[in-house]
């Protein structure tokens, strides 16, 4: 309980009910906090409400309202979020980790119901569904079985877990996206704890990165990995900075023809170069009273694009009509506008401007149609250059058989472009072919075509980015509704899906009576779900796949998502783009990237005439109409009313019982994982790295979809292989995401993305290396060569350059990286999460020293490394000495927090928490 030493307590009445409340301004008369920016308001309130005087203390309290914008973060705080949120593909990890912490408990004679979450935990299955079925009316219910089929296990698994673990709810399938159900139903704003009587600010952090869209809401939260997740659900505190916040200030309003998403691409590509990864970024100023919640969810959502830790809006009048509109309580919505004016936390226009670290700009009325890539989401290209562009990256993929992609940061971000916006026009039709390369291609009805580089073989609306904002769903439908009546078609080359992140959408497309227009073009409805922008595109059609690969060609994806990296969307696509959804109707009905769209015709209607964009674009006042006719509160409260209760496929499920889960070593889906096995009582002492050799070399940007195992297994790769020999075929694969809680498939996807470049192994792809431990230098894959280093009881490290681990919050690629005996990591940057997965694994974050890395070392990776200076102390030192053969270097150790120590001194945040609860 709370020692309360700064008078914080008190109480607030709503409507007949009278909660405990914590009073930040309780802290003005010693310290300025009026002038903290909301972000940091709400950790102080979390600090007064949990201060124990142990974990925290009043100094804890005292530095954060003390805060100092400008310094680095130094001081290290415990927050303690409300919840936690994961999805499907991050949970099932996370739910095998506490089954087997529970038979480890019982192993070592402890108390298996000790583990259980302390905190509300939420998941939801979101991220299995595939791609299989388009472009017909009966695609939700073919994909929807495919999903069931492929996924029993893993769902009985669930289910077992809903009902072993006490606070825990799982949302059935076919629901909609995680962050989508999270902003419409799960988020409370402000959190009430019955058993307490306390009323606080709702906090979380969620197993996926882009946790973050509910930033939008005013709600605190953001990704972490699996494993940090698993402790915070444990009821451990998460250690942190005091961080730094930029404020990004908004004026104006958006444009003619502009749309949230240009909007979100144009922010990310400001943030990311300004550099605020690891820090908190807040909106403020007038521009906020023109953006709708759903503009702010769809920016929120993008943080992880700009490498910031949450990206967030304040409460005001605007998340209150967002909770109304959205079906919430109105004794919810009264507590929510009461409590954020008792303490300070709403804002009007009367409100101060806060103290920001640093401060950046825009005015919205500059944002111009854009997309981004063709292989980073901060790449953001002006609709006007888009065919430029283009033209301008393909030689990359296509110039040497396909074997020539640049490294990941080699294609510079677009230059700015400030003219403002307007809907595209028309003029002359282009003439130029894309490459002169095209095709012939007979598809399965039997008509004849041609494919190209460039053409768009995927077209995608998709993702909680963009589906959970009507105005872009809305108006993809007014494009879909305007080109059907000019008799205009989706080129027979495309795939095309529909995958809203929830129900909702699909009612109001219907009211509009805009669905039928989308389906008329191939815009079905494929599942509730994340679908390609994970990966789960699905196959395309067998005929266009082999013409494809027949002719190496560079084809694209255009997708209404987020994440655009190499070998992400579908192993025959090299090159994605991110757009709006309005924008991913008018590239399918293009059917290539080789098009200027506000010049080129995208079609011809039935008398020959050409069609523009500019012709069935919608204005922003026929969105605005659509959007105040079709979407109403009554949707969210009939799609959210059972929304925990699934259908007859969920609800007749065979579901192991018993607090320890039965595991089948036969399954290839769900297997105790190996972290706890021969776990001692107390941890050995940490010891120096001494004859390690290099498993991989990688340069820039290396992501996290570049060393977890994601989307579809490639067939005759280590996994393909285990599957095989554990009598799974190749049809039922499924993916990588599927089989996350199988420990011996993930380590044999780990470092094989078919996009990854080791140059350790130069001309090749995917997850090869050279095993140098026998002087041979003999090729062989990463799997293949860990194995054998393990058996000979070598030590491994990876060596990397900047931004290493950026992109997604996936856990398995700290987890693959142990199990494939990885010790340490030496990197020129780390991606926030990523670092601290890695920690949480118990492998070496290390970074170069400024200036220095792979290349100005003069490193080859063909080196013996010792890493000196772990051994013999209490802590880790932040410096360390590294010798590679006869060359010596520092580097800092990248153990940022006295509790991340803890971690890494126990070999990982698991076994941390394990021997913790043991001992309590």
């Not at 087997?100 to 070592?108: G, I, K, T, V």
């Not at 505190?237 to 309003?253: D, E, R, W």
């Not at 005759?716 to 095989?724: D, I, Q, S, V």
């Not at 931004?803 to 700290?814: F, L, T, V």
Request: proline share 6%; hydrophobic share 40%; aromatic share 8%.
């Amino acid at each position: 309980m709370s020692s309360n030493s700064f008078g914080a307590k008190a109480s607030l009445e709503v409507g007949g009910r009278t909660y405990e409340i914590f009073r930040i301004d309780a802290l003005q008369s010693r310290f300025d906090v009026a002038r903290l920016p909301f972000s940091l308001k709400i950790l102080l309130e979390n600090l007064l409400r949990c201060e124990d005087g142990v974990a925290i203390t009043a100094a804890d309290i005292e530095a954060l309202a003390t805060w100092d914008a400008r310094a680095e973060p130094a001081k290290e705080i415990a927050f303690t979020p409300a919840r936690v949120v994961m999805q499907d593909f991050t949970g099932v990890p996370a739910v095998v980790d506490l089954a087997a912490m529970r038979n480890a408990m019982a192993e070592m004679g402890g108390d298996p119901e000790k583990i259980n979450p302390l905190v509300p935990a939420e998941l939801v299955i979101d991220h299995s569904v595939q791609v299989d079925a388009f472009g017909t009316p009966s695609a939700f219910q073919r994909n929807a079985e495919l999903e069931f089929e492929r996924n029993e296990e893993r769902y009985a698994f669930l289910r077992w877990g809903q009902n072993a673990f006490a606070n825990f709810k799982v949302v059935p399938p076919d629901t909609g996206i995680v962050h989508q159900v999270n902003l419409e139903y799960l988020a409370r704003v402000i959190f009430v704890n019955d058993a307490t009587g306390q009323a606080y600010p709702d906090t979380l952090v969620g197993t996926d990165s882009h946790t973050t869209m509910i930033n939008g809401l005013g709600v605190l939260g953001w990704g972490v990995g699996g494993i940090e997740a698993e402790a915070a659900m444990l009821g451990q505190p998460m250690s942190m900075l005091i961080p730094q916040v930029i404020g990004f200030k908004l004026h104006g309003a958006l444009p003619e023809g502009a749309t949230a998403t240009d909007l979100v691409l144009t922010v990310t590509e400001m943030l990311r170069a300004k550099g605020v990864v690891g820090k908190f970024v807040e909106f403020y100023g007038a521009g906020l009273a023109t953006l709708p919640l759903a503009d702010r969810a769809t920016i929120g959502n993008m943080s992880p694009e700009f490498g910031s830790t949450c990206a967030i809006f304040p409460i005001d009048a605007e998340t209150l009509r967002y909770l109304e509109f959205s079906g919430r309580p109105a004794e919810q919505i009264a507590l929510v506008e009461a409590y954020a004016r008792a303490n300070g936390l709403f804002h009007d226009e009367d409100s101060e401007e806060p103290t920001f670290t640093d401060t950046l700009e825009l005015d919205l009325g500059t944002v111009v149609p854009s997309i981004a890539g063709p292989k980073r989401p901060q790449d953001r290209i002006p609709l006007t250059e888009a065919k430029h562009a283009f033209s301008e990256s393909v030689g990359a993929y296509v110039s040497t058989n396909g074997q020539d992609e640049a490294e990941a940061d080699s294609f510079p971000a677009s230059d700015p472009v400030s003219t403002p916006a307007s809907a595209p026009s028309g003029g002359p039709a282009s003439t130029r072919g894309a490459t002169g390369t095209a095709t012939p291609v007979r598809l399965a009805d039997g008509t004849e075509t041609s494919l190209d580089n460039g053409h768009v073989v995927i077209a995608a609306i998709t993702s909680c980015t963009n589906t959970s904002n009507p105005s872009v769903m809305l108006g993809a439908g007014l494009v879909a509704q305007k080109a059907v009546q000019r008799g205009l078609t989706v080129k027979p080359w495309v795939k095309t899906s529909l995958a809203p992140g929830s129900k909702v959408v699909t009612e109001y497309l219907a009211r509009a009576g805009l669905d039928t227009a989308l389906d008329q073009l191939g815009f079905n409805l494929v599942g509730y779900g994340c679908t390609t922008c994970i990966g789960n595109s699905g196959p395309l059609p067998e005929e266009i796949s082999q013409a494809v690969n027949d002719a190496d060609l560079a084809v694209v994806s255009v997708l209404s998502g987020n994440r655009n990296f190499e070998g992400r969307i579908n192993p025959d696509v090299k090159m994605n783009y991110l757009a709006s959804p309005p924008l991913v109707v008018a590239y399918a009905l293009a059917g290539s990237m080789d098009v200027d769209l506000y010049h080129d015709a995208i079609g011809t209607d039935p008398d020959g005439a050409d069609v523009f964009l500019a012709d069935i674009w919608p204005t922003n006042r026929e969105v605005a109409d659509a959007v105040e006719s079709a979407v109403q509160a009554d949707q969210f409260r009939r799609s959210y009313g059972n929304v925990f209760d699934g259908d007859e496929r969920w609800n007749g499920l065979e579901v192991p019982t018993g607090e320890l889960f039965d595991w089948d070593p036969r399954s290839t889906y769900v297997r105790q994982p190996p972290f706890f096995d021969d776990l001692p009582r107390t941890p050995d002492p940490v010891a120096d790295i001494s004859g390690a050799r290099v498993l991989a070399v990688l340069g820039d940007s290396v992501t996290t979809d570049h060393i977890s195992p994601a989307g579809s297994i490639k067939k005759g790769g280590p996994a393909a292989l285990y599957l095989n020999e554990n009598h799974v075929e190749a049809r039922d694969f499924n993916s990588f995401g599927s089989r996350r809680g199988n420990h011996e498939v993930m380590m044999r996807g780990t470092f094989a993305n078919i996009r990854l470049r080791n140059q350790l192994a130069p001309g090749t792809e995917g997850g090869v290396t050279r095993y140098l431990a026998d002087g041979s230098g003999t090729e062989m894959s990463i799997y293949d060569a860990s194995m054998r280093y393990q058996e000979a009881g070598v030590p491994l490290v990876v060596l990397a350059g900047k931004e290493y681990g950026s992109g997604s919050s996936r856990d398995w690629a700290a987890k693959g990286t142990r199990l494939l005996g990885v010790r340490a990591v030496i990197a020129e940057s780390f991606e926030r999460i990523h670092r601290s997965n890695l920690v949480g694994m118990g492998v070496l974050p290390l970074q170069f020293l400024d200036g220095e890395s792979v290349q100005s070392l003069g490193l080859s990776g063909e080196e013996t490394f010792t890493i000196a200076g772990l051994a013999g102390g209490q802590d880790i030192p932040r410096r360390l000495t590294v010798s590679a053969d006869d060359r010596t270097f520092e580097v800092i150790a990248r153990i940022d927090t006295p509790k991340e120590q803890e971690y890494y001194r126990h070999g990982g945040i698991l076994q941390f928490v394990l021997r913790q609860l043991l001992a309590a």
